[in-house]
Each structure stands twice: as structure tokens, then as C-alpha cells.
């Protein structure tokens, strides 16, 4: 089947958030499956065409805005097949892919031009696959289309929506919208099919606490609106190869591990004790990942247990501010990195005993997966996709622990059960780690699902 893939990032262009990781991986493994896939996303300014390898194929081809039109450009990368779409004004001048004050303009913009760019290459997808609200557009202007291709629109995050004022449809070719016009909403009606990042946040966003005001359009979609989990590289996250982490090590033979931890200690200068357990955060500084949950958290988990904290991230300057200080006040305790770093975050994922997650909501969640392959036991609230992939381990048998409430008390109990199988129940911790490394989030399996369901339109 051709399948057209639509997304505002995706590696190895462009990464910005966790969608980046989803649109270079899944495009790659429906590949493997015998789909002609065709990503495609903006060319930023920041993306430097001779460095990526890519090639021109259309130049300056017309694309229709409301009463106007504009000139793009069409690039593509010979190796993967892969296309970006460059306009100089809208992408071309930008080093930045969000946040530039017109990106309801921008991205309908992208959406009209990708679709142009495949009728002009003759090139008729079967299915146009569209990732947040940035290529919602897409849906909306396909499904208007006579002899349309099987529409699926997938919800990365709720809490982002498109919101445009009522004078925004003629971007859609609207001429008589009426009211705000929010370019999710359009997608999620216009779609086949509707899915998300996981079975249990398809389930919640269905409730008016997680659908940010599109609960009632939602469950009007009934069994189309599905969940399919999100997966990882597990050849790129393999601590048996992984050249990051100062030893490797495998289901087979952890004794690297321990190995890792003490690194880890040295690099952030806390006190090398292999009988302390040590928590790693990895995440953006953030409310919705819970981080206030863990800076509440910070004055119980010093004075009463033997935990090292270890957290990387940015984001929320008054969190980095109140994360700097926990480390001030404890400096033999807590540990930080404020910013990102790739490899200082697999040091952190090998070394790290536990990983926290105590997000407020959490659509999938890819953290957790990548702990787990690492040996190291995620600790989560029980919200969307860290239920469907961290079984509870409280009487043994899970891959992690889960906590219900958005408090300090529930962590702090789901840490101490964690803490009491650590210190005083090895076997049943090292059967555990065994069960979290072999926990299978490859993205075959995640593809599987995708096929099936692209099936399910190509019979309709």
C-alpha cells in the first residue's frame, strides 16, 4: 500500500519531542512490511540539504492559501525516500520548529503542499496517516477530495489542539465556518480512523478531564477510535551494545550494571555506596511529567530512605530553579543536568536502579520503555500509556510499580515497595529486571497493529 506519512518532525531531520522519535521509526518499520511509505515534513532553516544528503525534485510549484498562493519546494532524500517541503518564508527562514506565532498559517501551508506535491509526482497514496494537530489540515482537505485515500489521524497529545480564530477557515477552503476553528477537532471527524499512543489513553481521552474539550467528538467515533502503543529502537537501546554506557550487559549476565551505577555516582560526584539504591528522571522540567510531584517529594525521599536522586531535563524555569536548589541543600543525595544530553541520559538509564515517572498524563510515554531495556525499573503514576506498558509489581510478577493518586503520599509508598523488594528481596528484583529487559516495544510489533488497520480501510 502507499501510505503517506505526515509529521512536523521526525528523526533523524528534526527531534523535538517524542513524535520525532514515532515519525522516524514507524515510517522505516512499515517499510519492513512491504508498504511504500513516503514520510513527509517541513525543510527548516535549521536542516542543511547537503549535509542530509537530499536532492530537489520539484522547484517552486504553486500551492493555494485562501486567496492567494504560494511557492514551495520539494526535497527528498534518496536513501529513504523520504520528503520535506520547503517554503522560504514559512520554513525556509525559521530555525525553529515551533513557537513562531503563525504556525496555524504554516502548517496548513505544509499540509496543502504536500498533497500537491504528490499529485505532481503522480505519485496516489492509499492512505494519508496524520500525526497532531500540525498535519490535521491534511485530513480535513483530503476527505473533501472525490475517490479519497483511507484517512488516519493520530492524537500524540491532547493538550495541543490548533485553535485558530473563526476568520482562520478559509485556510480549509471554508468560506461560511462559523466560530474558532480547531484543526484537530476537523480531523478527528473527517477521519477513518482515529488512534493514539496507547489503548489506555484512547480509553481516558474519552472522559472531559484528559480530552481538553473534545471528549463528546471522541466517543462519537466509537471503535475507530483505537490505541496502538508506541514503540523504541531496541537495536539503539540494547545495553548489551549500547557504546554510551561504560560496560554492557544483558538478560544473560548484569554484572555490567553495577559497573554503570558506580559510573554514574563518579560522573555526578555523589558518594559510590552499591547498598543505596539510586532513582533516575530523565524528562522535560515539566507539570504535566510530575515534576512538581518529585520536588515535593525530594525532603521525605532524603531523611527517610538511603535513595540517590540523579535527574536530567529543562523546561520550566521555576522547576530548574527548585531542582538546582534540592541539590544545593543535599548535595550527597541529588544530582541534575540541567539541558539534554543523549549519552549522559543512557548513563543515567544503565546506572539508575529505579526511573521515575509520575506524570500528570501521560499519552504513551517512551521513557519508561527504555528504562525497562535497561534493567531499570520504572516507577509511574497509573496514567495512559505507562498502564499499558508497566505491569504492577507490588506481590511480584510485574516489570515496575504504579501509583494511583497525583500525590506525594502515593509515590512515596509506590518508592518504599520498590525499595523493600531492592533491599530485602533480590531474587524477586533480579527475576523483575529479567521481565522488564525482555519486555518486547520493538516497533514490528507496533507496526503489525498499523498494518492491520490500513488493511481494515483498504476493504471499506
Keep these: 500500500m502507499r501510505i503517506l506519512f505526515l509529521a512536523a518532525e521526525a528523526v533523524p531531520y528534526v527531534k523535538v519531542g517524542g513524535l520525532g522519535?514515532?515519525?522516524?521509526?514507524?515510517?522505516?518499520?512499515?517499510?519492513?512490511?512491504?508498504?511504500?511509505?513516503?514520510?513527509?515534513?517541513?525543510?527548516?532553516?535549521?536542516?542543511?540539504?547537503?549535509?542530509?544528503?537530499?536532492?530537489?525534485?520539484?522547484?517552486?510549484?504553486?500551492?493555494?492559501?485562501?486567496?492567494?498562493?504560494?511557492?514551495?519546494?520539494?526535497?527528498?532524500?534518496?536513501?529513504?525516500?523520504?520528503?520535506?517541503?520547503?517554503?522560504?518564508?514559512?520554513f525556509g527562514s525559521r530555525f525553529q520548529v515551533y513557537g513562531c506565532g503563525d504556525e496555524i498559517e504554516q502548517f496548513v501551508l505544509f499540509c496543502r503542499a504536500a498533497l500537491e506535491a504528490c499529485r505532481l509526482e503522480g505519485w496516489v497514496p492509499d492512505v494519508v496517516h496524520a500525526n497532531d494537530w500540525h498535519t490535521a489540515a491534511a485530513i480535513r482537505l483530503a476527505w473533501a477530495a472525490p475517490k479519497r485515500p483511507g484517512l488516519v489521524f493520530t492524537i500524540h497529545n491532547m493538550a495541543h489542539q490548533g485553535n485558530q480564530r473563526p476568520d482562520g477557515w478559509p485556510l480549509l477552503g471554508?468560506?461560511?465556518?462559523?466560530?474558532?476553528?480547531?484543526?484537530?477537532?476537523?480531523?478527528?471527524?473527517?477521519?477513518?480512523?482515529?488512534?493514539?499512543?496507547?489503548?489506555?489513553?484512547?480509553?481516558?481521552?474519552?472522559?472531559?478531564?484528559?480530552?481538553?474539550?473534545?471528549?463528546?467528538?471522541?466517543?462519537?467515533?466509537?471503535?475507530?477510535?483505537?490505541?496502538?502503543?508506541?514503540?523504541?529502537?531496541?537495536?539503539?537501546?540494547?545495553?548489551?551494545?549500547?557504546?554510551?554506557?561504560?560496560?554492557?550487559y544483558s538478560d544473560k549476565n548484569l554484572e555490567g550494571k553495577s559497573v554503570c551505577k558506580r559510573a554514574l555516582l563518579k560522573r555526578f560526584h555523589l558518594p559510590v555506596e552499591d547498598g543505596a539504591p539510586v532513582i533516575g528522571v530523565v524528562s522535560r522540567?515539566?507539570?504535566?511529567?510530575?515534576?512538581?510531584?518529585?520536588?515535593?517529594?525530594?525532603?521525605?525521599?532524603?531523611?527517610?530512605?538511603?535513595?540517590?536522586?540523579?535527574?536530567?531535563?529543562?523546561?520550566?524555569?521555576?522547576?530548574?530553579?527548585?531542582?538546582?536548589?534540592?541539590?544545593?541543600?543535599?548535595?550527597?543525595?541529588?544530582?541534575?543536568?540541567?539541558?539534554?544530553?543523549?549519552?549522559?541520559?543512557?548513563?543515567?538509564?544503565?546506572?539508575?536502579?529505579?526511573?521515575?515517572?509520575p506524570s500528570l498524563f501521560e499519552p504513551c510515554g517512551l521513557s519508561q520503555m527504555i528504562a525497562m531495556r535497561y534493567g531499570t525499573l520504572p516507577i509511574v503514576r497509573a496514567t495512559g500509556g505507562l498502564v499499558d506498558t508497566v505491569a504492577e509489581n507490588a506481590e511480584g510478577g510485574g516489570t515496575g510499580y504504579r501509583f494511583y493518586g497525583y500525590s506525594v503520599e502515593d509515590l512515596l509508598t509506590a518508592l518504599g515497595k520498590a525499595q523493600e523488594h531492592y533491599v530485602y528481596c533480590p531474587d524477586l528484583w533480579y527475576r523483575t529486571q529479567l521481565r522488564a529487559m525482555r519486555s518486547d516495544f520493538s516497533w514490528e510489533r507496533s507496526a503489525h497493529e498499523y498494518d492491520k488497520l490500513y488493511r481494515e480501510l483498504a476493504v471499506k
Design 21 to 90: 522519535d514515532v515519525a522516524g521509526a514507524l515510517p522505516q518499520a512499515l517499510r519492513c512490511l512491504g508498504h511504500d511509505v513516503r514520510l513527509m515534513m517541513p525543510r527548516y532553516g535549521l536542516l542543511d540539504a547537503k549535509k542530509l544528503g537530499l536532492v530537489k525534485v520539484l522547484d517552486n510549484f504553486p500551492v493555494q492559501m485562501d486567496w492567494r498562493h504560494e511557492e514551495c519546494q520539494l526535497w527528498k532524500n534518496p536513501k529513504t525516500d523520504d520528503r520535506l517541503i520547503e517554503n522560504q518564508y514559512f
Design 174 to 248: 471554508v468560506y461560511d465556518g462559523r466560530g474558532p476553528m480547531n484543526l484537530m477537532e476537523q480531523a478527528i471527524y473527517c477521519a477513518d480512523k482515529v488512534t493514539t499512543v496507547s489503548p489506555n489513553y484512547a480509553h481516558e481521552i474519552r472522559r472531559p478531564e484528559f480530552s481538553f474539550g473534545l471528549d463528546g467528538i471522541l466517543r462519537s467515533k466509537g471503535d475507530n477510535l483505537v490505541g496502538i502503543v508506541n514503540g523504541i529502537d531496541t537495536d539503539s537501546y540494547n545495553p548489551a551494545t549500547d557504546p554510551a554506557i561504560v560496560a554492557n
Design 285 to 357: 522540567l515539566d507539570f504535566q511529567k510530575g515534576m512538581d510531584l518529585v520536588i515535593q517529594a525530594v525532603y521525605d525521599i532524603v531523611n527517610y530512605s538511603d535513595f540517590k536522586l540523579v535527574i536530567l531535563g529543562s523546561g520550566n524555569h521555576d522547576l530548574e530553579n527548585l531542582v538546582n536548589k534540592a541539590v544545593e541543600t543535599y548535595p550527597d543525595r541529588v544530582a541534575c543536568y540541567i539541558g539534554f544530553n543523549g549519552a549522559l541520559a543512557r548513563t543515567i538509564y544503565a546506572g539508575s536502579d529505579m526511573f521515575l515517572m
